[in-house]
């Protein structure tokens, strides 16, 4: 287990280091070579000094008319060396900038175009808050490491290896004294941080239990100030609060007390190697100069090794993050191995015949493998022949199902919550694929259709209406891009959405934000009844379209439905049966099944469950 | 707002002084180590002196050690002090959240509120975190470290002088350079995060409509504005670590010329050449630290007024002076009532115009109306959720307003029209209508809102454990909890906004008569869409457009009223149909 786990991070590792290879590859190179020349000027300072006072200081002491001119050459040359340091030292921060932006920006990039490929269950499977934490939270991480943190251990390890060199070849024992103490520091820092990783992660679950508190008591909190119940939500906050705390509190301190530690082992080495060398001084085996410059390289080698220390807490958080970043972008895409597509046709001499432009005449290009290609005409036509279905491998949720929809019919669908209504119309467009059974669109199977021109043939109108920022008008014209205006007034006209629109300040250009924070739920559900009008798919679904709306708005809602329904296939599913009441088809599902089948008359004469429901003896929800 | 701000330390105020005191110390320990280091090479090593290098060397370890101690103390108590101060403006925060009024409510959406809570706050938290220890530790950092330099040499410091200042203007520059083009990028990664939001709450739409292309199109665009503004900030920020080297090397360079020529004058020892060295580090990265913590507080200033908007929204109800504790009786008159949210552009757009009304106790009230026409306004001003902007709203013979606010929620009971279950079991939930109900009673309630039935079949019954919001109970069965943790309270007055909508009819009208024989003296209002579920009640009231419409039973209101007789016949045709068939 451990094992597997250290290989996925490798993995997460090489895969970073992929995107950076790519299309970096000079660029890294030039910000490795300046990161080291960086580094290695940091380190030169140190030897600067002990070459100043042991080559051209002690030299002029005592001089009566001291020279300064090879003075004056050796800090000039130095000061040399530092403005290229200097340099590298501006231009790795710069690369790096033009590198942790542009891997990011490529990542965020694929995340994005990814998901839009990914089948719905992957978005009805898991929160949307979940998601949205790997652009935000994830991708954050990421670029706090990819700018700062690799390129701090980078330098750093550069630092301490030039500075353990320099230790070797001025005395082994000495240096041997320092790795020691590096261990130390090593098990210390290891120590420490596990600590702060494991009340990080209890802080993070504490975080989590706060957070959906909250989010419940706001979401609430009418209903709280109804029943006096302010006290109790209080004591109860408290005490999340109250851990959150803790946990916070410890994590924090260890991540706080790492530096100190660190930084302080390091000058117990520093005394030791001082006693030990003043020994070997004593004993002659040390020159009093190797002695001074081995401890400024103790010194020098405390800090870049705190700094690694410090690093590796957001390395392990960042690289957490990446994983969820992969596994997004790894997750199996929509699966699509149709070949019929939608063409615009014309009749030629009673032919249907493929056109180029738009002629209002739609026909399914049907490819055979005899090489010949037939062409039908889109009438929108659907059938379920006996269609099993279930979200999960053994749950069947649907048992079964025939049915049949002619062209122009209105087929509605009723039933309790869970009876399966919703899934039957994520069927037909293939928002979920069936288990057993077939559905047929104009005769053909549809999974031999090309899932996009199959949904481009269904128009959809759902309870939850979707909006997006932009003006009234873009958002009906997400309906068919390239609408003109007159016909995006058309198609608002048409579902009765006009009206309302007219009145609002700035008409069609009104600025829609927040899902439409600003409209009612009727006038939301009108735009996106506008929005399949301009679609004008030869098949609808709509899906509880009107269930929010009280009579009086459903009534202007229903005739603009209608009017929209008008000489399509129309798939209803509704809450209140007054609406399905002129429907060619009544299906009255429970529990997958379909108990009872026919239109509004045939149903009532029944007596059975479509007249309980009807008359209201029988729960709908 | 820092004055009030630094105000919710409260208890924590212990640790957050001590944390700066430690700090102090320790910084003092950083100092003193280094002088210490240099005693060492100076006197111990170039005298081969054992004794004294171990004699100092004892010293460095007890320095070092103290110096260990001081930074795990200040380390401690800052974390537990920004971790406590965190904790007080959560509560703070959350508390008054408590105390604010539907108005308040209103103000804020839900998911601002739960940001506020959390995003703000940590911001805020580290930005107190770097106040009490680096904004404390650069400071000291840098005079300490500038005394010793004094103590060796005087005209050394001199280079201080000028490199100080230098640096500081240019990292000041650069912070408010960059500052701006940050809050650009913030505002983009705000745009992105919507484009995803709303890419993910509309998956279905986009899927359905086959506009991927679009999304990503509209995607990429966000993404690169982010992309060419991020680095547009971050390229000058890039700047910090040469321009810190650029002054640091110089200072070194020139400490050495003018140090070398100091030694050789024989006014300082070469020991104390590489102290110096070591104070500039010391000096210049305390400025460095001291531009960082600049920039944090920049960042969470936002975020800490965001905070204080919270704080300072001011309760828009307040409990009177002497307030009235009971209520006396459940009858409910309105004296020419006008409302009007605040929040309304247009003050004179009135969501309830002059309402005249007498209800008496006892008496079941239906409330009928299409959207927006106010009917849930109307029963809210009753339990003093919003307060009534003209005239004046009477329970029990007396003003609302001369009320104990929960005096009179506790005897007006209302089950919201958006009601809401909480995660928690069934009987978790009903207690919230009175704290210490027994199974009897609980029962006794669920039985009078035909709730009992189907909780008892439940494996679990009472101790059925709800999801959040109540999702794994169906739409009928949850209203008729919340009518059940309603009725639990005994209330004078029971306030139903449209609270039975999912409920089939005929357990809609068993919940009536229940209401009828078993609380007969409550004062009922019932606000509905069906005509059924008002049907008999004694007196109906028709809303339009903020105002009265009609006012009688059933049958006066079919002869007298347009709006009643047309949602009526609208929904009783299907109905009369089929008698007919």
């Known amino acids: 287990m451990e094992n597997k786990k250290k290989r996925t991070k490798w993995a997460t590792i090489k895969r970073l280091l992929g995107y950076v290879f790519t299309t970096y590859k000079l660029q890294l190179a030039i910000v490795l070579i300046s990161i080291i020349i960086s580094s290695l000027v940091g380190v030169a300072g140190i030897e600067f000094i002990k070459y100043l006072i042991d080559d051209f200081i002690t030299p002029l002491l005592g001089s009566q008319n001291p020279d300064y001119t090879a003075l004056f050459n050796v800090i000039m040359t130095m000061a040399l060396i530092y403005l290229v340091g200097v340099i590298a030292t501006y231009i790795y921060n710069r690369l790096m900038i033009n590198i942790s932006q542009g891997i990011l920006n490529k990542i965020r990039k694929q995340l994005f175009n990814h998901m839009q490929k990914l089948p719905i269950i992957y978005f009805d499977s898991r929160p949307h808050g979940e998601i949205m934490s790997i652009y935000t939270n994830d991708v954050d991480s990421l670029r706090e490491m990819l700018s700062q943190s690799i390129p701090q251990v980078f330098s750093a390890i550069v630092s301490m290896v030039t500075i353990l060199i320099s230790m070797f070849t001025t005395n082994i024992y000495l240096t041997l004294v320092v790795v020691a103490m590096m261990i130390i520091m090593i098990f210390v820092s290891k120590y420490l941080g596990g600590n702060s990783s494991r009340y990080f992660v209890k802080q993070q679950e504490d975080l989590g239990k706060m957070d959906g508190y909250i989010e419940e008591m706001m979401e609430g909190q009418k209903v709280v100030k109804v029943f006096n119940y302010e006290e109790q939500s209080k004591n109860k906050f408290d005490e999340l609060n109250e851990n959150l705390c803790d946990s916070n509190a410890k994590a924090n301190m260890y991540a706080n007390i790492l530096m100190p530690c660190i930084m302080n082992i390091g000058n117990l080495g520093y005394v030791l190697v001082a006693v030990i060398g003043g020994m070997l001084s004593v004993n002659g085996i040390l020159t009093i100069g190797s002695i001074a410059a081995f401890l400024q390289f103790v010194k020098a080698f405390t800090n870049p090794l705190g700094q690694v220390s410090q690093q590796m807490n957001f390395i392990v958080m960042a690289l957490a993050g990446a994983e969820r970043i992969f596994d997004l972008i790894d997750e199996e895409v929509e699966i699509d191995e149709g070949y019929v597509t939608l063409v615009n046709a014309k009749m030629e001499n009673g032919k249907i015949v493929e056109s180029k432009e738009r002629t209002g005449i739609w026909a399914w290009k049907h490819p055979h493998q005899d090489g010949r290609i037939t062409y039908t005409r889109l009438r929108g036509q659907v059938e379920f022949e006996n269609v099993q279905f279930g979200y999960e491998e053994n749950k069947r949720i649907l048992h079964d199902i025939t049915l049949s929809a002619k062209e122009g019919q209105k087929v509605s669908f009723v039933g309790a919550t869970g009876a399966g209504k919703t899934t039957i119309t994520n069927l037909i467009n293939r928002f979920y694929d069936i288990q057993e059974g077939k559905i047929r669109y104009d005769r053909i199977n549809i999974r031999k259709i090309k899932k996009d021109d199959l949904r481009r043939s269904l128009g959809m109108v759902l309870q939850d209406t979707s909006l997006f920022t932009g003006t009234i008008k873009d958002n009906i014209r997400y309906g068919k891009l390239d609408a003109t205006d007159e016909e995006v007034y058309e198609a608002a006209k048409l579902s009765n959405a006009d009206k309302f629109i007219k009145n609002l300040p700035q008409g069609y250009d009104t600025m829609i934000t927040g899902n439409g924070e600003g409209l009612s739920q009727g006038q939301r559900q009108l735009l996106s009844i506008a929005r399949a009008a301009l679609n004008n798919p030869p098949v609808l679904i709509l899906d509880e379209a009107t269930s929010s709306i009280d009579t009086r708005t459903e009534k202007i809602v229903q005739e603009g439905m209608d009017k929209l329904m008008k000489g399509r296939t129309v798939f209803v599913i509704a809450h209140r049966l007054s609406t399905i009441r002129n429907s060619d088809l009544i299906m009255v599902l429970d529990h997958g099944r379909i108990i009872e089948r026919g239109n509004h008359n045939e149903l009532i004469a029944k007596k059975g469950t479509y007249y309980g429901l009807y008359t209201g003896a029988i729960e709908i929800d | ?581």
């Not at chain 2, 400071?139 to 280079?159: D, E, N």
């Not at chain 2, 890419?199 to 982010?226: M, S």
């Not at chain 2, 020529?261 to 400025?287: D, P």
């Not at chain 2, 609980?442 to 009472?462: H, M, R, T, V």
């Open chain 2, 1 to 581: 707002m820092i004055k009030k701000l630094a105000s919710y330390v409260k208890e924590y105020k212990k640790q957050a002084i001590l944390t700066p005191i430690f700090v102090v110390l320790e910084v003092i320990m950083e100092v003193i180590i280094p002088l210490l280091m240099a005693r060492i090479i100076d006197v111990g090593i170039q005298n081969s002196d054992i004794d004294y290098i171990l004699k100092m060397g004892i010293l460095l370890i007890i320095s070092a050690i103290m110096s260990l101690i001081f930074g795990m103390l200040s380390g401690r108590f800052a974390a537990i002090a920004s971790a406590g101060y965190a904790k007080n403006l959560r509560k703070e925060m959350f508390h008054k959240v408590q105390d604010y009024a539907f108005e308040n409510i209103d103000k804020f959406s839900t998911s601002s509120l739960v940001t506020r809570m959390t995003t703000d706050v940590t911001n805020v938290q580290m930005a107190f975190q770097m106040i009490i220890r680096i904004l404390v530790r650069g400071p000291i950092m840098m005079i300490f470290a500038l005394l010793m330099v004094l103590s060796i040499s005087g005209k050394l410091s001199l280079i201080f002088l000028v490199a100080i200042p230098f640096l500081g203007v240019i990292l000041f520059l650069i912070a408010t350079k960059a500052h701006p083009i940050f809050e650009k990028v913030f505002k983009k990664y705000d745009k992105l995060n919507r484009v995803v939001q709303e890419n993910l709450n509309a998956i279905r739409v986009v899927k359905a409509y086959v506009r991927e292309d679009t999304e990503e199109a509209k995607f990429k665009e966000v993404n690169d504005e982010v992309y060419k503004n991020f680095i547009k900030a971050q390229k000058i920020v890039a700047f910090n670590s040469p321009v810190m080297q650029l002054t640091i090397y110089t200072c070194i360079l020139l400490i050495s010329w003018f140090g070398s020529k100091l030694i050789v004058g024989g006014s300082m020892q070469t020991g104390q050449l590489s102290s110096i060295i070591t104070y500039a580090w010391q000096i210049l990265s305390s400025l460095m630290m001291l531009s960082m913590v600049f920039v944090m507080i920049i960042i969470s200033q936002s975020s800490a007024e965001r905070i204080m908007e919270v704080i300072e929204e001011e309760p828009s109800l307040k409990n009177p002076e002497n307030p009235v504790k009971e209520v006396k009786n459940g009858s409910i008159t309105f004296k020419n009532v006008s409302f009007c949210y605040s929040d309304e552009e247009d003050k004179n757009k009135f969501a309830l115009k002059n309402i005249d009304l007498e209800i008496k106790e006892g008496e079941t009230i239906g409330i009928i109306g299409g959207t927006g026409s106010s009917k849930s306004t109307l029963v809210q001003l009753i339990p003093r959720l919003y307060d009534a902007t003209k005239g004046e709203i009477q329970v029990g013979g007396v003003n609302v307003k001369d009320y104990d606010i929960h005096a009179l929620r506790d005897s007006v009971a209302m089950v919201l029209q958006k009601n809401v279950l909480f995660s928690g079991t069934i009987a978790e939930n009903l207690r919230w209508g009175k704290k210490n109900a027994d199974l009897e009673e609980l029962e006794n309630a669920c039985k009078l809102a035909q709730a009992d039935g189907f909780i008892q079949e439940f494996p679990s019954k009472y101790e059925t454990v709800l999801d959040q919001g109540g999702t794994n109970v169906s739409g009928g069965q949850k209203q008729r909890i919340c009518i059940a943790r309603a009725i639990l309270k005994k209330p004078k007055i029971l306030i139903l906004d449209d609270s039975t909508s999912a409920v089939d009819t005929k357990t809609d009208s068993l919940i009536r008569k229940a209401f009828r024989e078993e609380i007969p003296n409550t004062t009922k209002i019932i606000i509905a869409q069906r005509v059924t579920s008002i049907e008999d009640a004694d007196r109906i009231i028709v809303l339009n457009d903020g105002e009265i419409d009609g006012i009688g039973t059933s049958e006066e209101l079919l002869k007298t009223n347009e709006i009643y007789k047309e949602v009526y016949e609208s929904q009783k045709k299907g109905d009369d149909e089929e008698d007919g068939e």
